[in-house]
């Protein structure tokens, strides 16, 4: 077990912060809209995130450099200022959500101001980032996984027609509409989000950097077999316990919500909240402290993602190993993006009322980005003798041409 756990890392924490409150929040608007008829989103969706992950994962490893990093040296300017720009106005919309979403869920439980809530989590999360060794960070962001079970068991808090589920998941009865289509892109875009592949490839940078010795596989080729493999392990995990806990959100608002004709789910704390009368005080509890603690995941990866893309598309210094002094425009990138997502609470913006829009917009800027990795990936002037497997090319075009699909599809009923 000991061994196994040393093989988790980047790709299980990269797993875990993407069911964060805005995708929670999005898991259980399809579950109270449509029951347990978009459960086959994210049964389908796990190979596709798997293999775009470990694209990204890949050429951290092989490069030692980002991915912000990697299209500088080799896509024109504007490219790389479109994509980061993109990234940056995204994932400080996501922190702000994902920050009052943790404020609400708290008030439910415990009662107090959710807006004075929001600025002891922001800054908290800020202060973690800064003054925290990357090595021991890791380690609490590796425990902080486990509040996804609790959503586990809010399923086996209530009672759950298995076989309707089994159903939807292997034959729904869906309309296309435009509204059908649109929450699909959102599960689809808080599924395979943009932040997730800037957050891994930095990670397996910071592996590097971390360990005394190690080099990128570029220079050290020798230990290719052992690092790919345990991305590989890392990847599937992390990705698999993803997946299973957004089916699980989904299933427990079916069960409850749409049923109950409960269809109007705006935020993951209504989402919480709602759950009490339908399922009772145990349910409630999980379903709100689950939202707090994949917050506290959730907004360092956002933040450090974002800061990652800055830092690297502007050459600066970055890295949750370095003292403030040392990264000073790194880690004032993870203040902004932070603490803006903070203030962002305090504007006539309502950014819970984003959240399910995040989604989408996630969905869309995905695509021109995975376009982006892919090229890389299969270029051997950046992979070298690394470049993306036959298999893993394949998947990772079929997660881009899908994402693709679905934003097309939804354009076009809209």
């Known amino acids: 077990m000991r061994r196994w756990y040393r093989k988790l890392g980047p790709g299980l924490i990269t797993g875990a912060a993407d069911d964060d409150p805005?995708?929670?929040?999005?898991?259980?608007?399809?579950?109270?809209?449509?029951?347990?008829?978009?459960?086959?989103?994210?049964?389908?969706?796990?190979?596709?995130?798997?293999?775009?992950?470990m694209v990204s994962a890949r050429m951290g490893r092989v490069t030692g450099h980002g991915l912000a990093s990697n299209i500088r040296r080799h896509f024109p300017r504007p490219v790389l200022y479109a994509i980061v720009a993109m990234l940056v106005v995204a994932n400080t919309l996501n922190v702000a959500a994902d920050i009052a979403a943790m404020g609400?869920?708290?008030?439910?439980?415990?009662?107090?101001?959710?807006?004075?809530?929001?600025i002891v989590f922001g800054t908290v999360s800020l202060l973690l980032q800064v003054f925290l060794p990357y090595q021991r960070y890791v380690r609490y962001l590796k425990w902080l996984t486990l509040a996804l079970l609790a959503y586990v068991a809010v399923v086996f808090a209530i009672a759950v027609p298995w076989r309707e589920v089994l159903v939807g998941i292997?034959?729904?009865?869906?309309?296309?509409?435009a509204q059908t289509l649109t929450v699909i892109v959102a599960v689809f875009g808080t599924t395979i989000s943009p932040y997730l592949f800037f957050w891994q490839a930095a990670q397996e940078v910071e592996e590097i950097n971390a360990e005394p010795g190690a080099f990128a596989l570029a220079q050290a080729p020798e230990g290719a077999r052992e690092?790919?493999?345990?991305?590989?392990?890392?990847?599937?995990?992390?990705?698999?316990?993803?997946n299973l806990i957004a089916l699980f959100i989904i299933i427990s608002t079916a069960t409850t919500l749409h049923e109950a004709g409960i269809t109007d789910i705006q935020t993951s704390a209504q989402a919480a909240e709602a759950l009490r009368p339908l399922a009772g005080d145990s349910a409630f509890l999980l379903f709100?402290?689950?939202?707090?603690?994949?917050?506290?995941?959730?907004?360092?990866?956002?933040?450090?993602?974002?800061?990652?893309?800055?830092a690297e598309a502007f050459e600066w210094k970055s890295g949750l190993d370095l003292k403030l002094l040392e990264a000073r425009e790194f880690y004032a990138i993870i203040a902004l993006a932070t603490l803006g997502g903070v203030a962002l609470d305090f504007t006539p913006i309502d950014p819970i009322k984003g959240l399910f829009w995040c989604a989408v917009i996630n969905g869309v800027i995905a695509v021109p980005i995975m376009v982006v990795m892919m090229l890389l990936a299969d270029d051997?002037?950046?992979?070298?003798?690394?470049?993306?497997?036959?298999?893993?090319?394949?998947?990772?075009?079929?997660?881009t041409w899908t994402m693709a699909a679905a934003v097309v599809a939804m354009l076009a009923t809209s």
């Open 227 to 242: 690092h790919l493999h345990r991305i590989k392990i890392d990847t599937y995990v992390g990705m698999g316990f993803s």
């Open 170 to 177: 292997l034959w729904p009865r869906l309309v296309l509409s």
């Open 22 to 53: 805005s995708g929670i929040a999005t898991y259980s608007q399809a579950g109270a809209q449509f029951g347990y008829q978009l459960g086959w989103t994210v049964v389908l969706t796990y190979p596709l995130m798997v293999g775009i992950q």
């Open 104 to 118: 609400e869920a708290l008030q439910l439980v415990v009662g107090g101001p959710e807006h004075g809530h929001a």
């Open 288 to 310: 709100s402290l689950g939202i707090i603690g994949t917050g506290l995941l959730a907004v360092p990866v956002l933040a450090g993602s974002a800061a990652y893309a800055v």
């Open 380 to 399: 051997p002037k950046v992979m070298g003798e690394f470049t993306v497997t036959r298999r893993l090319k394949a998947l990772g075009w079929l997660a």
